[in-house]
């Protein structure tokens, strides 16, 4: 049986929980367009997303470690994809519009600068006088303004609702760009799920990742009561297995834990707080997406620990160092001379009235790793070909 969008939609009215997003209620688009005849609004947006140059870009650019560092290590793109799979879970757990919040998850890091967040400091740094950068705001700016792929109008032309997920998903009250969105409501609940998933990603693999690249270790790590929790679970349910294995399942199960007490919490608060609607969402005054009180110290131990064990590891200090100096030589070489950036980019300026700072910015926020260290190369090795 061929379900076109008027079936899709249908079907979103009789599954979806009263307090979801529907896709025929979306808010439209800054750029009108006829709708398309088989996929949803948020489906679209989704899609949109997948096949843009800024998403495949995420393969190369830094989690923690740095691309070339090695092939096992996650990458903004795992990351991604990881962190999309987790907030599919919970949105389809708790009837939400899967597709909404999957179309958020997906585009919440296409701003995000070469060399995780250490290139996103310095290039903050370097861009406090005219306006700072934020990898949030950079990431609407991207789907909005940088992404060029249609005739008609500049960007993806998403949705409202997924605009205002990728800007409002977690702390948005120091975003001028989240003014656009009406400044003093929360989005849907469809993108407050994004803000923790995303950390329940990154928590879980990084661990995985710290304890491959033997700066975690298990005795770190026990120190963490959410780790302890999970690695006893893994044991019980795999006595024989090995180290890897149970470093594996101990991962899963700090996900289950993290997943079902976000879910349990999400249900009992809309239930306490009588949320019964989009509208009550956006109203409540606070994020309704949290981890019970019991959970959120686990977490934030973990998170401590990560800080303290991992992130700050000499190596990765190391790497981040390097990366902020690499940002940094870059962002101060195309300033002192803009004819050094390719002219399509640069005719930003004129075109667009764009300002040389925030033009130099985008360019050097929409690099790879890979891409910033041969520029860096060829602007400051005198062997390198340019």
Known sequence: MLRDRNALEEIEERTLAPYAMRSRAS??????????????????????????AAF???EYKTQVFVNHEGDYYRTRLT?????????????????????????????????????????????????????????????LRTVDWIEVRYPAFRGLNLSFEVREGIIKHSHFRDRPAAREFDFESYPCLEAQIVDLADEIA????DVDDGVKAQMLTAADLEASELYREAAEMARKSAPEADARVLRYQTVNRMIDLMVNDLLRNIDATLARRGIGSVDDVRRAGATLSAFSPAMEPKVAGLRQIMRERLYRHYRVTRMTEKAGRVIEALFKAYMNEPRQIPEHILSRMERDGETLPRVVADYIAGMTDRFALDEYRKLFDPDERV
């Open 27 to 52: 808010r439209g688009r800054r750029f009108p367009e006829p709708e398309h005849p088989m996929r949803t609004a948020f489906q679209r947006d989704r899609d949109r997303i997948i096949h843009s």
């Open 56 to 58: 495949r870009r995420l």
């Open 79 to 139: 990351h991604t994809m990881e962190a999309a799979q987790i907030t599919r879970t919970i949105a389809r757990n708790l009837a939400l519009n899967e597709h909404l919040a999957e179309a958020v998850v997906l585009a919440h890091d296409l701003g995000h600068t070469p060399f995780g967040h250490a290139g996103e400091r310095v290039l903050n740094e370097l861009m406090a006088p005219h306006g700072g950068f934020d990898h949030n705001a950079q990431s």
């Open 202 to 205: 990154y928590l879980a693999h």
